[in-house]
């Protein structure tokens, strides 16, 4: 980590205390004007650090900006094993996808493994199917992540529902609230959708294998419906409304960040169990819609299994049984 994460990651691990220059400079190992000058920096970027009459400097946690130096200490604060993960953090950005889809075509592959793009607010965010994800400032996080599987036949629509895992947990964790998933990519509370997800896998074509998946994510943190246009604000939410988000969106980033990028570690059967437990599909009849913005193709039928790859187990009226793997599903009739 570099000088400036290393304090800042001391003093918000102190928030709110005094931590003296001497104590900054022995934990970080370095001069106490390298300590004032990544203070000085530090409060450059917006961050509200105070200084007190004995020589120390406070961090009271109340600053709300998003930065790739601040971003990156919170991460490795939570997920120590992500210290090698780098960072860009952009005020306004195409779209976050987009730029990953960039660096990936231009780059090597290997050396973007975990690699980590947020922004403020995107112009041209994408959701699935073409549609654009509305991307309002200051009310939410937008984030990509670049993932390198290390089994290079995962299906992108598994990586789409780890990743909803990861996000649903640190939402769950930092809020204190029960969100859902709606098969495949969208999360859901009190009947809004938060959170959308949109993966790209990226194929080698003379193995036919997944090289790299860029995994995109738009969070609606706060501003309820009333931040998005009229026909988005009747299916779009926010995880509050006004209150007072309980950590900053630089905390929230890095937190969904470090477990997403963590939970392709972890057991493939626990977690998509654990995606399973979490669906409010299953139980349910749903209009299924194999081909996008085709009336004539729309049939219903009984959401009842998601399978160990993703797939959405349905039962039509004949007793007959399908998997999708693609597609879209909704709970009403258009």
């Known amino acids: 980590m570099t000088t400036k994460e290393n304090v800042f990651n001391v003093l918000n691990q102190s928030k709110g205390t005094v931590v003296s220059g001497e104590k900054l400079a022995e934990n970080c190992n370095v001069s106490r004007a390298a300590i004032w000058k990544a203070v000085k920096s530090l409060r450059e970027e917006g961050f509200c650090i105070e200084g007190s009459t004995n020589g120390g400097y406070v961090y009271n946690g109340e600053s709300d900006v998003l930065t790739a130096d601040a971003l990156k200490a919170f991460l490795v604060s939570s997920y120590p094993n992500l210290s090698s993960a780098t960072v860009e953090c952009f005020k306004t950005i195409d779209s976050t996808l987009s730029h ?31 549609r654009t994800f509305c991307s309002p400032e200051k009310t939410g996080i937008y984030l990509t992540v670049i993932h390198i599987p290390k089994d290079h036949n995962a299906d992108p629509a598994k990586i789409t529902a780890f990743a909803a895992v990861a996000v649903k947990r640190v939402i769950q964790r930092l809020y204190n609230v029960e969100p859902k998933i709606k098969w495949i990519n ?20 003379e193995t036919s294998a997944i090289d790299a998946a860029s995994i995109g994510i738009g969070i609606n943190i706060t501003g309820g419906s009333s931040q998005f246009p009229e026909d988005v604000a009747k299916v779009a939410g926010s995880i509050l409304e006004n209150e007072k988000p309980p950590v900053s969106r630089c905390q929230f980033a890095a937190e969904v960040a470090g ?36 009336a004539k193709s729309v049939y219903e039928a009984k959401a009842i299994d998601i399978d160990d790859n993703a797939g959405l187990v349905v039962e039509l009226k004949d007793g007959t049984k399908k998997t999708l793997c693609s597609g879209e599903v909704s709970l009403h009739k258009d």
């Not at 493994?113 to 073409?130: K, M, Y």
């Not at 938060?194 to 194929?203: D, K, Y």
């Not at 990028?261 to 977690?271: C, H, M, N, T, Y």
């Open 259 to 294: 477990e997403v990028l963590s939970i392709f570690g972890e057991d493939p059967k626990a977690v998509m169990q654990e995606y399973k437990a979490a669906s409010f599909l299953i139980g349910t009849t749903v209009q299924v819609h194999p081909i996008i913005d085709d």
């Open 186 to 205: 969208d999360i859901f509370l009190n009947g809004k959708k938060i959170v959308g997800i949109l993966t790209e896998g990226f194929i080698n074509f």
């Open 100 to 130: 990953a889809k960039r660096l990936l075509a231009d780059g090597d592959r290997l050396k973007l493994d975990n690699h980590i793009i947020v922004a403020e607010t995107q112009t041209q965010g994408r959701g699935r199917l073409g």
